[in-house]
Every structure is written in structure tokens, then in C-alpha cells.
């Protein structure tokens, strides 16, 4: 049975890795609205890869399927963002087809073993084996198995003051090559809720960003414009998301509407700013 609709992306993997080792970028995009046809755009787009974010949001598994499907046969890798270090979760991932699972809130050396152990078949990890698509619906068990040990991508995502401290053990788990930075959750673990980057946070992500290449490792983070995608790069980050998809269709539609003289920045209130306007003039 050759590499297809059935099995990993065993060839965009091992792409993925070689330009990782040669220092070279791998460039995503963080998917967080549930249409497939983003990520088929991404895939067309020629991006290596594209992370769906089932952290948060309103994915489900069937949605989550067809965006793996969206990447099929292609040089495009498929990572899902589970919500937590989770058994289940990591398995019914990588059964459907995905390249790999992010966790979030990795923060020990305890931590970073279990998601090697939830993501690699025995003995190297205690992941069941299944009959869906990543087996070619059981039809090639043997070959899966032994292509998801040695390719499947496992992501840790380093988002707490804890996981600095710790870092120097995770760094000697073996079964990772690449974390991922969350500077949000790490600014909330910091102290400093709802800040992209509160104080001392950027200073202690580069320096865990020193620590892991110094190990050898990759490190990957959400870059917030084409600007910061730049930033981003010269600091030494490999493996960058562009952006994720709603923030660039907000931050584009935002340039358009300006363009004409309107600005609709975006508020909690479920109610648009020009009506609550509207309403405004209407009671005066």
C-alpha cells in the first residue's frame, strides 16, 4: 500500500525534519476556525505546516478528519493541538491521520515522557494500535506502526514559569525534537493575564529559546505580523506560524475597512460597536 489517503505523511515529515537540522525555517499557519478549506488554502499556499487548534474553539473529530483529508498527499504536515496531556486524545489524533499532537502545559520532565509514551506504539510508548485511517483501516498494521515510531511529530508546547525551570530535564527526554512556545499562558503563569508578552516574558522565552538549541532541539512560536515573522527569525526561531487564521482575516478585513474610512476594532460586547452607537443616538 503506498503513502496516501491511509497512511502518515512519512515524506513531509522527514522534509520537515531536514530543514529543521539545516537550520532552515518551517513556516505554518495556527488554525482555529473549523473550515477545511483553510488548511486546504495553507496547503496550496505551500506552507509546511499547519496546526489545528482543538485547545480551544469548537472543533470536533469529524472536522478535525477533513482537514487532515485537506492535507492528503501533499508536502504539508497536520498537527493537532489537543486540549490536555491526554491518552484519548493523543491516540483518536493520531488514529485519523494526523502528523502529530501538540500538548499544551508541558511543564515537567514527567510530562514531556508521557507524551512520548501516549504518541509511539510499544515498546517505545504504550499508544494502542487501531483499525482506522492511519492503519489503512487495519489493512497495513505492521508497516504504520513502525513508520509512526520513527516519524510521528510530538510538540510539546513550553507555556508556564515552571516549564524554564524545569527545562534543562526535559531537554534529556528523548523522543522530541521541537517545542513550541505559548508566550500568552506563559505572561498569565507570570503573573500577567492577558498579555501577549508581560514583563521579563520575552527575555525568559529567548532565554529558554538559547537553552534548546544549545541542546540540539527546535523551537517554534506564533509570530504576531509579517514584521514579527522577521523578529522571529533572527532570534532563532525554525519553526514559525505565520499567524493564526482568524487574526490574519480580522487584521485584513481591518485594512480594507480603513481603507475607506471605517474601523471596526473588535470588543467583548456581543453586540457590535456601531450599534451599540446606534442605540446611543436612538435613546438621546
Given at each position: 500500500m503506498g503513502n496516501g489517503d491511509s497512511r502518515l505523511k512519512t515524506e513531509a515529515l522527514q522534509e520537515f525534519r531536514r530543514k529543521l537540522q539545516a537550520d532552515k525555517p518551517v513556516f505554518g499557519l495556527w488554525s482555529t476556525l473549523p473550515s477545511p478549506t483553510i488548511t486546504a488554502i495553507a496547503v496550496e499556499a505551500g506552507l509546511d505546516w499547519v496546526a489545528i487548534d482543538a485547545e480551544h474553539g469548537s472543533f470536533d473529530w469529524a472536522t478535525i478528519?477533513?482537514?487532515?483529508?485537506?492535507?492528503?498527499?501533499?508536502?504539508?504536515?497536520?498537527?493537532?493541538?489537543?486540549?490536555?496531556?491526554?491518552?484519548?486524545?493523543?491516540?483518536?489524533?493520531?488514529?485519523?491521520?494526523?502528523?502529530?499532537?501538540?500538548?499544551?502545559?508541558?511543564?515537567?520532565a514527567a510530562d514531556v515522557r508521557q507524551a512520548v509514551d501516549y504518541a509511539l506504539y510499544p515498546p517505545k510508548g504504550i499508544r494502542a494500535v487501531g483499525g482506522d485511517r492511519a492503519t489503512g483501516w487495519a489493512q497495513c498494521l505492521a508497516t504504520h506502526v513502525v513508520e509512526a515510531n520513527d516519524n510521528v511529530l510530538i510538540l510539546p508546547n513550553l507555556e508556564t514559569v515552571e516549564a524554564s525551570r524545569n527545562l534543562d530535564q526535559m531537554l534529556e527526554v528523548p523522543g522530541v525534537d521541537t517545542y513550541f512556545f505559548g508566550p500568552a499562558d506563559f505572561s498569565a503563569s507570570a503573573g500577567y493575564p492577558g498579555q501577549w508578552q508581560g514583563p521579563g516574558v520575552a527575555e525568559a522565552l529567548l532565554d529558554m529559546k538559547d537553552r534548546i538549541r544549545a541542546a540540539g532541539k527546535h523551537c517554534g512560536i506564533i509570530a504576531g505580523s509579517p514584521e514579527d515573522v522577521c523578529l522571529r527569525l533572527k532570534q532563532g526561531f525554525r519553526m514559525i506560524a505565520v499567524g493564526?487564521?482568524?487574526?490574519?482575516?480580522?487584521?485584513?478585513?481591518?485594512?480594507?475597512?480603513?481603507?475607506?474610512?471605517?474601523?471596526?476594532?473588535?470588543?467583548?460586547?456581543?453586540?457590535?460597536?456601531?450599534?451599540?452607537?446606534?442605540?446611543?443616538?436612538?435613546?438621546?
Amino acid at each position: 500500500m503506498g503513502n496516501g489517503d491511509s497512511r502518515l505523511k512519512t515524506e513531509a515529515l522527514q522534509e520537515f525534519r531536514r530543514k529543521l537540522q539545516a537550520d532552515k525555517p518551517v513556516f505554518g499557519l495556527w488554525s482555529t476556525l473549523p473550515s477545511p478549506t483553510i488548511t486546504a488554502i495553507a496547503v496550496e499556499a505551500g506552507l509546511d505546516w499547519v496546526a489545528i487548534d482543538a485547545e480551544h474553539g469548537s472543533f470536533d473529530w469529524a472536522t478535525i478528519e477533513r482537514h487532515i483529508r485537506a492535507t492528503v498527499r501533499s508536502s504539508t504536515v497536520l498537527i493537532v493541538r489537543v486540549s490536555e496531556l491526554n491518552s484519548s486524545l493523543f491516540k483518536r489524533s493520531l488514529d485519523i491521520g494526523a502528523d502529530g499532537v501538540s500538548a499544551p502545559f508541558i511543564s515537567t520532565a514527567a510530562d514531556v515522557r508521557q507524551a512520548v509514551d501516549y504518541a509511539l506504539y510499544p515498546p517505545k510508548g504504550i499508544r494502542a494500535v487501531g483499525g482506522d485511517r492511519a492503519t489503512g483501516w487495519a489493512q497495513c498494521l505492521a508497516t504504520h506502526v513502525v513508520e509512526a515510531n520513527d516519524n510521528v511529530l510530538i510538540l510539546p508546547n513550553l507555556e508556564t514559569v515552571e516549564a524554564s525551570r524545569n527545562l534543562d530535564q526535559m531537554l534529556e527526554v528523548p523522543g522530541v525534537d521541537t517545542y513550541f512556545f505559548g508566550p500568552a499562558d506563559f505572561s498569565a503563569s507570570a503573573g500577567y493575564p492577558g498579555q501577549w508578552q508581560g514583563p521579563g516574558v520575552a527575555e525568559a522565552l529567548l532565554d529558554m529559546k538559547d537553552r534548546i538549541r544549545a541542546a540540539g532541539k527546535h523551537c517554534g512560536i506564533i509570530a504576531g505580523s509579517p514584521e514579527d515573522v522577521c523578529l522571529r527569525l533572527k532570534q532563532g526561531f525554525r519553526m514559525i506560524a505565520v499567524g493564526s487564521d482568524s487574526g490574519l482575516l480580522i487584521k485584513g478585513l481591518r485594512q480594507s475597512l480603513l481603507s475607506i474610512g471605517r474601523d471596526t476594532a473588535l470588543t467583548t460586547s456581543l453586540i457590535p460597536l456601531n450599534n451599540l452607537k446606534g442605540m446611543t443616538a436612538n435613546n438621546d
